[in-house]
């Protein structure tokens, strides 16, 4: 994992520890919808009231550009953490200032306190330097455990873990040891599985895989633009054509390692509405459009999938929001749950797929955090992790 520190190394008994979450989570009504990143960052928690720490957390939520703005206060986050970790958990209206350094101070062991949206202050993007000796003034110790943002070089990630004694938390090493060391010595036969609209967000991704994987299986808006590659006729699909010429590159260099659907589900207009039926690739009528795989690239992908022993998935295979075009994502999601493989989820959408589906206690891995799993799956190295002290 990198050889970075994580909560268990350091030594954090009777000190107040600032832990960076990522709880960026939609409010609605002033109440919280999903709560998975919240119970995601439970165990780094409940770990450190066991340890007799004093407890501030901080994260980002939404975004209000570097201002103060009511509708993206992390108040409805505490309330909802005090109900599902049965405390109380004291917010403080700033996580800078005066207000923190109260509420900092005055904190008991035993007690968590989360600071609000850490985007109310401009320094925050820019990783300003004053802000993070702000941040890491209220407390000892520094953990990050906020996967989500790993990717981004702000001030509550990068800038605090330069100037405090710093680890990761359990979550954010769970995912490192998923993405990191899974992918890094997957067992074979390893594939991954790609979707989502646009070829542009994941060459980097394909060219990294190519290189790690026996096959890649592409779904999604995105298997459009390899087809307009090989000269199809895709009517009125959407086809990204500023990227067409790499897709042709990519076909070229991964020849049978890219597998590309056989089938389509087309539909006359964009809604779920319209009238809609399964064509072989390259018979979309005039008018049409693709939105999913078809029901015969499902089962083709589903045995490769089966016959593999590492997947790694990120993006949907159609336009999952509209039921009609859901069951290629759908399918694939349930080939993956119920193959015997080491299987890691990334991607918003794909995490949604394999939620509504019931099946996210089948598979090995979901990761939280949609970019920061993209920019590992293409190997680089995420800043909110180079900052943290080494072992």
């Known amino acids: 994992m990198l050889n ?23 409010i609605n009504d002033g109440m919280v919808g999903d709560d998975t990143r919240i119970q995601a960052a439970l165990p780094t928690i409940k770990y450190l ?15 209000p550009k570097g201002e103060a703005k009511p509708e993206f206060s992390l108040a409805p986050v505490a309330k909802h953490l005090a109900e599902v970790i049965g405390m109380p958990v004291k917010f403080a209206d700033n996580c800078l200032g005066d207000v923190a350094q109260t509420a900092a101070s005055s904190l008991k062991v035993g007690e968590i306190l989360l600071l609000e949206n850490t985007r109310f202050h401009a320094g925050e993007k820019k990783n300003d330097p004053a802000m993070a000796k702000e941040l890491a003034a209220l407390a000892d110790v520094f953990v990050n455990d906020a996967f989500g943002t790993a990717h981004r070089a702000h001030a509550s990630n990068v800038g605090v873990a330069e100037l ?36 542009s967000d994941k060459i980097g991704v394909i060219t990294n895989l190519l290189a790690k994987t026996d096959k890649i299986l592409i779904g999604g808006g995105m298997a459009n633009t390899f087809f307009k590659a090989q000269g199809y006729d895709l ?26 659907p056989v089938d389509v589900a087309i539909a006359s207009d964009f809604s779920n509405q319209a009238e809609n039926k399964v064509v072989p690739i390259g018979d979309v009528p005039t008018g049409w459009r693709i939105l999913d795989i078809g029901p015969a690239t499902v089962v083709a992908y589903a ?58 206690n089948k598979v090995s891995h979901i990761s939280t955090g949609g970019g920061a799993s993209l920019e590992m799956l293409e190997g680089k190295i995420l800043p909110g992790v180079s900052a943290l002290a080494d072992k």
């Open 4 to 26: 970075k520190k994580t909560l268990k190394d350091l030594n954090v008994k009777d000190k107040k520890v600032l832990v960076r979450v990522d709880f960026n989570v939609p």
């Open 303 to 360: 045995s490769i999938i089966q016959k593999s022993k590492t997947v790694v998935w990120n993006g949907p295979m159609g336009v999952f929001e509209f039921p009609n075009f859901a069951k290629g994502t759908f399918g694939v999601a349930e080939a993956v749950a119920n193959a015997d493989v080491v299987s890691v989820i990334g991607g918003g959408d794909s995490v949604a797929a394999i939620k509504e589906a019931n099946l996210d």
């Open 164 to 199: 405090l004694p710093s680890a990761a938390g359990f979550l954010l090493e769970k995912e490192l040891k998923y993405l990191g060391n899974t992918i890094a010595n997957a067992e074979k036969p390893f594939i991954a599985i790609l979707g989502g609209a646009k070829v």
């Open 235 to 260: 009517a009125d699909s959407l086809v990204e054509d500023d990227a067409i010429a790499t897709a042709k590159e990519l076909i070229e260099k991964a020849g049978d390692a890219l597998v590309l």
């Open 49 to 63: 009231l066991d340890q007799d720490t004093k407890v501030i957390l901080c994260s980002h939520l939404g975004r």
